[in-house]
């Protein structure tokens, strides 16, 4: 009886605070991601297990951040911003060079990819600088989180981590948007972006102008800088309306399909499920999208306004630049699919964003303190 009594209660505790919405989208695309990662990794059930612990972990992250009251989301804001900016200068004067590019630094115990914080930390951080300025937002407030934005965007492109530096700038850039940045000001800035495009063309290496000139015609390099992106859209085209079935992927499986368990997992899952497949698929990202968008409508204070927008639409951003540069869309910058691609930083960094929304969601009878 006493046993009967208190496995409600534990499973009222456990799941109090959590969206069964959003979590029934989320596993729906952890089931797909896993199902797509047999076949990508030709029957390798030691990398699905190893895909399993990163999804333990990553469900773990979520839950104990729904759990988090928001008050306590806004307090770390500022000391985890300052934070992953030190680390950011730490890897510019101390970090460890792999492949070309100097991403991690190693802090004895453990080696750590700095950049992967500033994801959830820039948004977090500028949400609480609009929100402490609400009453009297100016221009000037808006430049001052424009700085905060540009600053470990910098930093990361400096790195060199163009993929990385984009997406932490269209969270910032989110942020911005809902705060209700002027439609006159956003004008000038697009129109300031392409008057100096000459002079950010120079400013980027030499493998990133060679990934964007490959874009528009990949062929100049067919076997070399644009094989990755001819191979996606071959994968992509030749599934046709119903895919040629599981495991029956040729580009997969005769190793035509270069990060096939990684960046072009979208190229896997397309030439195997097909058309219909896709649509299920992107039915899925737009049911997440859709849900965090009602959270953020829903939202109780400015703060949690701007950071259910900013991790609803990094999320969107997320999905659309992966499938997007498997297609052929847009250039190669080592984008994973949202819960769908394997490994574990972007797994646990995606439920962070995911567990702050139903945090939002659930405590949003709260009243900050």
């Known amino acids: 009886m006493i046993r009967q009594a208190l496995w409600p209660r534990l499973q009222r505790r456990l799941t109090q605070y959590l969206d069964p919405v959003l979590l029934a989208g989320v596993g729906a695309l952890l089931l797909i991601g896993l199902t797509v990662l047999y076949s990508a990794s030709d029957g390798s059930w030691a990398r ?3 895909q399993l612990v990163n999804i333990a972990a990553a469900l ?10 928001l008050h306590y989301l806004m307090r770390i804001a500022v000391p985890l911003y300052v934070t992953g900016m030190v680390l950011l200068i730490g890897v510019a004067l101390f970090g460890e060079i792999s492949h070309g ?3 991690w630094l190693n802090l004895g115990f453990a080696t750590i990819q700095p950049s992967e914080l500033m994801k959830i930390a820039v948004p977090l951080m500028m949400a609480w600088y609009f929100e402490k300025h609400e009453a009297t937002l100016t221009l000037k407030n808006y430049f001052v989180a424009t700085l905060l934005l540009l600053a470990p965007v910098a930093l990361i492109m400096r790195q060199p981590d163009l993929g990385t530096a984009i997406l932490i700038f269209a969270s910032g850039f989110f942020v911005l948007f809902l705060a209700g940045l002027s439609w006159r000001v956003l004008a000038a800035l697009a129109t300031l972006a392409v008057g100096s495009a000459p ?19 990949p062929t100049q390099d067919a076997l070399g800088k644009g094989y990755h992106t001819i191979q996606g859209m071959i994968a992509v085209g ?13 580009q997969t499986h005769l190793d035509f399909l270069p990060e096939r ?4 997992i979208f190229a896997v899952y397309s030439e195997e499920f097909g058309f219909l497949g896709n649509l299920l698929l992107l039915g899925l990202y737009l049911f997440i999208v859709g849900r965090g968008f009602v959270i953020t409508a829903n939202a109780s204070t400015a703060f949690t306004r701007l950071m259910a927008g900013s991790i609803t639409l990094t999320f969107f951003t997320y999905t659309f ?4 540069m498997v297609s052929g869309i847009l250039p190669v910058v080592g984008v994973p699919l ?4 394997y490994g574990g930083t972007s797994m646990v960094t995606l439920m962070l964003g995911i567990g702050m929304l139903m945090s939002i969601h659930t405590h949003k009878t709260l009243v900050q303190t």
């Open 48 to 50: 699905v297990q190893s």
């Open 60 to 69: 773990v992250v979520m839950w104990m951040v729904a759990n988090v009251p």
């Open 101 to 103: 590019a100097r991403r």
């Open 199 to 217: 002079f950010l063309w120079n400013m980027l290496h030499d493998y990133q102008k060679h990934r964007i000139l490959m874009l528009l015609d």
């Open 238 to 250: 030749s599934g046709g309306a119903l895919g040629k079935g599981y495991f029956n992927g040729t």
């Open 261 to 264: 368990a990684t960046d072009f």
């Open 321 to 324: 630049v992966n499938m997007g």
């Open 338 to 341: 949202p819960l769908v691609s």
